[in-house]
């Protein structure tokens, strides 16, 4: 039988490797030009592949950590408007941290009286009300301790024990009593006269009868005067671990009588704030103060005492109960921080700063006046960039380095009152960096008075 070949029908066997042939009919291979060339523009275009790839990386990168720092300030700007409380950024360059923190509702009572006359009440909590009676309320129904007595217990949870910071918020009415001769100062060997478990202000003025809005025992305090004064006090610690007491109290008459009145009180563990139907008030310092080279500082805890004290609204002392009526108590605490660390070979330029909103979202005109801006550059193997920027920002600022790890004010108040250095504006120190940093890829992120946040 004849042997059919595959390749007759110009088909090949499996496993058939092409041979090279040359013209004079011989098998041969590649040269080894030609394999030098291959390997030339393999290796071209494996280098011109790498350097892109990092580039891209690199860029990338940068736009990523200036990308993460504006969600963080949106996000603290978002939370201010949703819940209606301030919050705030904390910008750290020597840290390679911007981190935020904001305040959620961790209890909320409207006293709406349900059917079958229980004593427990809409809230966070087991509640218990003694005395005082269901009334029609700024929203639906009220409390009023308007005879003279009366308290509700909220009981304690551990979502009561805020530390970090708190914000008190209620609608409250009340009615002028009958004068109650003041105190004087001689009347108290402290200048403090004892009103139940509080104390008012003497310092040789007159002192108001003070009255319980709400409270947690021993970790703060919100109330009235009979006169409408707001006084808010926070019990703390400050670094070191000292106690501390620290108290505001407004002008009389911030809060009318006869018509309801939104207050709210506010503690951050860097500001205590009163405030009467969203206006905040100037306060005085009844307790807070201290003598630090013949000036007067304020010294604020930067946490709360953790108790397991109940909240009360209201007082069981009838002398400190409320003298009025009380709806729509909400108490706040501050959220779980959210922090971002950028990478080691990016900079964050300037000192460290606090970036405040207020209630509405906009930048908190107490703290600023101005548009914020925060530059974030990417550094380059150029060591000289570094030295030459050390080197001009001690001779411009005469060794005022601390003030990376501190605000202005902080680091203001470490320096004796005669011994204050010359001072570089945060600016001008900026524009140092900057002009040093010139050659840097950079991203800059803006924040205008509105509370707008943008990535250039």
């Known amino acids: 039988m004849t042997e059919i070949s595959l390749e007759t029908y110009g088909m090949r066997e499996a496993g058939h490797i092409p041979v090279r042939v040359s013209d004079h009919g011989a098998s041969g291979g590649f040269t080894l030009i030609e394999l030098l060339v291959v390997l030339a523009i393999i290796s071209l275009m494996a280098g011109l592949s790498a350097s892109a790839f990092l580039e891209a990386r690199r860029n990338y990168g940068l736009a990523a950590s200036a990308g993460e720092i504006q969600s963080i300030i949106r996000r603290a700007r978002n939370q201010s408007i949703s819940n209606g409380t301030g919050s705030f950024v904390v910008v750290e360059p020597k840290a390679r941290l911007v981190w935020a923190q904001s305040f959620e509702t961790m209890g909320e009572w409207s006293f709406e009286e349900d059917g079958a006359g229980q004593e427990a009440l809409p809230g966070f909590g087991g509640l218990r009300k003694v005395g005082g009676e269901y009334i029609d309320g700024r929203l639906g129904k009220g409390i009023s301790f308007r005879g003279g007595s009366g308290y509700i217990d909220c009981g304690h949870q551990a979502s009561f024990d805020l530390r970090a910071g708190i914000v008190i918020e209620a609608w409250v009415r009340h009615y002028k009593k009958p004068y109650v001769r003041p105190a004087f100062k001689s009347e108290a060997t402290s200048g403090r006269r004892r009103l139940g478990k509080r104390s008012a202000s003497g310092s040789g003025q007159p002192s108001a009868r003070l009255h319980t809005i709400m409270e947690k025992k021993d970790s703060w305090f ?15 610690s400050v670094d070191k671990g000292e106690a501390l007491e620290y108290a505001l109290r407004t002008n009389d008459e911030v809060v009318p009588p006869g018509r309801w009145v939104f207050i709210s009180m506010r503690f951050d563990g860097k500001s205590l704030v009163l405030s009467a139907d969203g206006v905040d008030r100037l306060a005085e310092y009844p307790s807070g103060l201290k003598k630090v080279g013949g ?22 002392d009838k002398q400190a109960s409320f003298p009025g009526d009380i709806d729509e108590v909400r108490l706040r605490g501050r959220s779980e921080k959210v922090s971002y660390s950028h990478p080691p070979f990016e900079k964050l330029l300037g000192w460290k700063k606090e970036i405040h909103f207020d209630r ?37 600022s005469r060794n005022q380095t601390d003030r990376f790890e501190l605000t202005f004010q902080e680091w203001l108040d470490t320096w004796p009152a005669d011994d204050v250095p010359d001072l570089v504006e945060e600016e001008e120190e900026r524009d140092i960096e900057e002009r040093v940093y010139s050659q840097a890829r950079k991203k800059i992120i803006e924040i205008d008075t509105l509370g707008v946040v943008n990535v250039q």
């Open 360 to 396: 509405y979202g906009h930048l908190d005109p107490v703290f600023h006046d101005k548009k914020v801006r925060i530059v974030l550059l990417e550094l380059s193997d150029d060591q000289y960039a570094v030295k030459d920027a050390v080197a001009e920002k001690k001779k411009s």
């Open 295 to 316: 000036r007067s500082v304020v010294r604020i805890p930067t946490e709360l005492v953790s108790n397991e004290n109940p909240v009360m609204i209201s007082s069981k």
């Open 222 to 236: 919100l109330g009235m005067t009979d006169r409408g004064a707001l006084e808010g006090v926070v019990f703390g």
